[in-house]
């Protein structure tokens, strides 16, 4: 048990039933370790599993959204809840994805006031706006309307806001269980 990972210590891969046993190991293969939230995760299989059916649904779906416009709504999202698990982890896969090793840490420390093009700002303020982060009662028609003005299809608008609740959920466990980047995540993409 890994108690300076997680508060709530960890579980290996090797310890989780095969189905998650199997893609965990497929995205280790893939990044060279076994990220964090994963251990962090695993002593509740049932939840981890149903953590990445709906990352997978609306990360890998085909959209209008490019892969690294999904990791640039989690690093907005992480950055406005100040989760450094969320903001490390993604902001690799955003430096990856985006080809701007800067980007990343730009959105990150202060995803109000980054200089972006035109579609990459009306991408971080309506997840912003839409304050699952905060309070998504304030959310409304003026923020759908700025939305769709800036060319934001419907399909697009719901994957920023559906990314943004999930990322806005998992903020909160990463903060629950005082979730430890891996050391891995910090030079990915730069």
């Known amino acids: 048990m890994d108690t300076d990972v997680s508060r709530f210590g960890t579980v290996e891969p090797e310890e989780l039933p095969e189905d998650l046993r199997e893609r965990i190991e497929a995205v280790a293969e893939k990044s060279g370790f076994v990220p964090n939230i994963f251990r962090a995760l695993g002593h509740r299989p049932a939840e981890l599993r149903a953590f990445l059916d709906y990352h997978d649904a609306l990360m890998e779906r085909p959209s209008g959204l490019s892969k ?8 907005a999202t992480s950055g406005a809840n100040h989760c450094t698990y969320c903001v490390v982890a993604h902001g690799a896969i955003l ?96």
């Open 68 to 75: 690294a416009e999904r990791e640039l709504v989690v690093v």
């Open 95 to 190: 430096r990856i994805r985006s080809k701007e090793p800067e980007l990343a840490d730009r959105v990150a420390t202060n995803p109000w006031r980054v200089e972006l093009d035109e579609r990459q700002r009306a991408i971080v303020d309506l997840a912003l706006a839409l304050a699952l982060a905060r309070d998504s009662a304030l959310f409304g028609e003026r923020h759908l309307a700025a939305a769709r003005e800036a060319g934001l299809t419907d399909d697009e608008i719901w994957d920023v806001g559906a990314i943004t609740a999930l990322f806005a959920m998992s903020n909160r466990l990463a903060h629950l269980t005082a979730l430890r980047p891996n050391p891995e995540f910090y030079s990915m993409g730069r």
